[in-house]
């Protein structure tokens, strides 16, 4: 399968040096990338649990017990300890303090989850790096929105090779390409704990569905940028993984003259091809046509 990415027509030289931009997301046109929504950092029923097994008085016991000195302890036993806590004057003041720590935190767990909120997004923002591809050549509004209104050009890459997959492992979530999930705005998770890898790096509003992305994670050391004027991180691929070239309709002779200088330089692109891309008045398609 045959995969593509928009360029714009001053970005030439990303086939010359066979580098694409990996983007971190403070970069990119959509303000909620990489940004999971979560209603609060943890549920009332996993507190609750949590509470219940850190409160149970065998917990309490085990805890009590060993903060005791040591002569306490060679004159109490532990079975004596448990007949003190198990008193219905002790339990009462334990039931209290339970539902009173658990008012503390259910007061605080907005700003928690706010605080949790904001050290998820800028750990993603500042350490993930987003290179996007699509399977559609032929979009009205990718041409337009990333290829400089049909003036730039689309590479056409091959999926197959190994370059678009360089896992590490079998729960690696970088270094392979990766499916983008479409979700309406409507659809955020109760909590923290229920995210997963594809919905922290992998879905995007229903409203984006048009760009049918798949992406590459890449990590990103923050202290190794590029020297641009956005954040971000080149990638070398490959020249073997590169198919064709397909101008927009509307690319100067400049930018087709440049491109195909190019392709010329370097023996890796001896068997890539341009094509054009036009404007097809009779079905209000694209059309994508050897030149």
Avoid at 54 to 83: F, G, K, M, T
Avoid at 106 to 118: G, I, T
Avoid at 165 to 172: F, G, P, Y
């Amino acid at each position: 399968m045959s995969i593509y990415k928009y360029l714009a027509a001053d970005r030439v030289q990303a086939l010359d040096t066979a580098t694409l931009r990996a983007t971190q997301a403070s970069a990119l046109n959509d303000p909620f990338e990489l940004k999971p929504f979560f209603r609060t950092v943890f549920g009332m029923n996993d507190l609750n649990r949590v509470l219940d097994e850190r409160a149970s008085n065998d917990s309490i016991l085990d805890e009590v017990y060993a903060r005791l000195p040591d002569q306490v302890r060679s004159a109490l036993s532990r079975a004596q300890i448990r007949l003190l806590l198990d008193r219905e004057d002790m339990q009462l003041v334990l039931n209290r303090t339970r539902q009173e720590v658990r008012t503390l935190i259910e007061s605080m767990l907005p700003d928690l989850s706010e605080r949790a909120r904001k050290m998820l997004h800028d750990k993603l923002e500042h350490m993930v790096g987003i290179v996007s591809f699509t399977d559609d050549p032929q979009s009205h509004l990718m041409w337009a929105h990333y290829a400089s209104e049909h003036k730039g050009f689309v590479i056409e890459f091959d999926e197959a090779q190994p370059f678009f997959d360089q896992r590490r492992s079998a729960e690696d979530e970088f270094l392979h390409l990766r499916p983008v999930q479409y979700m309406p705005a409507s659809h955020v998770h109760e909590s923290l704990g229920d995210l997963d890898g594809t919905a922290v790096l992998c879905v995007k509003q229903s409203d984006w569905a048009y760009e049918r992305e798949l992406r590459l994670l890449v990590p990103v050391n923050p202290a190794d940028q590029p020297g641009i004027n956005e954040p971000g991180h080149l990638v070398q691929f490959p020249r073997s993984c590169v198919q064709r070239v397909i101008l927009g309709h509307r690319a100067s002779d400049t930018v087709e003259s440049e491109l195909r200088e190019i392709l010329q330089r370097h023996a890796e692109y001896a068997n890539v091809e341009v094509w054009r891309a036009s404007a097809d008045y009779s079905s209000g398609l694209i059309a994508i046509n050897p030149t």
